[in-house]
């Protein structure tokens, strides 16, 4: 489970590659490493240092891209309105582990699914710097491999600057995104629901409402020499004002996670990619 923590985690990361667009590969495949610190859940006072290896990958097809920060798939496409596939992974957590969620039961990896909208905002006359508004709108589905739970949707609205990388910046890329997330009553309750048998002095019984669950703000910097890539990268969230904030297992309103991850890509297809990527 451990191990299906960070593979999760690292999911969540928009990489930019730092070749030039022209002679990129149609696929790659690498090893590294992923240290990171990051609170046990959204709301959680408490956080761990983690350090995991990891396996990398990237596809850039004509109608489908896949990287360590995302899959996506093209549905419709109408100039610089684009309708894709979402996906996204989320972690689990270990109850055990936190001060306020003692006794309750562990939560299993969740994945979401759904349909997203993109508007290409603006790109820049030298076709290094983009500006997009994403609109994500997915469901979210729990999971230990052995079943599958709908549990509620989860969306978040952002703008993103992506940056490639020039010598200007010393080969390195940027990716900036600032979005408002919105949550449904089943999707807040999975982390800050306390049923009746879950009460005890300090924590009592709490439902939540669907409606508003943060602000995000998510970077990430990247620099790639020959084989291998560098990625730092920092994620915030506040919380202040959510609907879920009268949880008793809410008690911090800043969640964060920043690490950095390291890439060997080893690996290579002959085949160069034809198409040009879908966002940047």
């Given amino acids: 489970m451990r191990i299906l923590s960070f593979l ?14 022209s002679k990129l590969p149609l696929w790659e495949f690498g090893v590294g490493a992923l240290p990171f610190r990051s609170n046990h859940y959204r709301g959680s006072p408490q956080s761990k240092l983690f350090t995991f290896p990891l396996a990398a990958y990237v596809y850039r ?7 360590n920060g995302y899959i996506r ?9 684009v309708i894709d596939l979402s996906f996204s992974l989320g972690l689990p957590v270990n109850s055990d582990a936190d001060r306020l969620r003692q006794g309750m039961r562990d939560l299993d990896p969740t994945f979401e699914l759904g349909p997203m909208i993109r508007y290409y905002l603006w790109k820049s006359k030298d076709g ?8 994500p709108y997915r469901a979210v589905y729990a999971t230990n491999l052995q079943y599958i739970d709908h549990v509620g949707y989860y969306s978040i609205p952002y703008v993103n600057y992506l940056s490639r990388p020039s010598p200007e910046t010393f080969g390195w890329s940027v990716d900036a995104s600032l979005g408002i997330q919105y949550g449904s009553s089943g999707f807040h309750n999975r982390f800050y629901n306390v049923d009746t048998k879950d009460v005890k002095p300090g924590r009592g019984y709490y439902h939540s409402e669907s409606g508003y669950s943060g602000t995000q703000l998510a970077l990430v910097f990247s620099k790639r020499v020959k084989d291998v890539l ?8 506040y919380l202040d004002g959510a609907v879920y904030n009268k949880s008793p297992l809410y008690k911090n309103p800043n969640f964060t996670m920043y690490g950095l991850a390291l890439i060997w890509y080893f690996a290579k297809s002959k085949e160069d990619q034809t198409a040009r990527t879908m966002v940047k």
């Fill in 8 to 21: 999760l985690l690292f999911l969540y990361l928009p990489l930019l590659s730092a070749k030039e667009e």
């Fill in 61 to 67: 097809g004509k109608n489908v891209e896949a990287e």
């Fill in 73 to 81: 798939g093209h549905i419709v496409r109408f100039d610089d309105v």
């Fill in 128 to 135: 290094q710097h983009f500006v997009n508004l994403e609109m």
């Fill in 230 to 237: 560098v990625t730092p990268f920092f994620r915030w969230d």
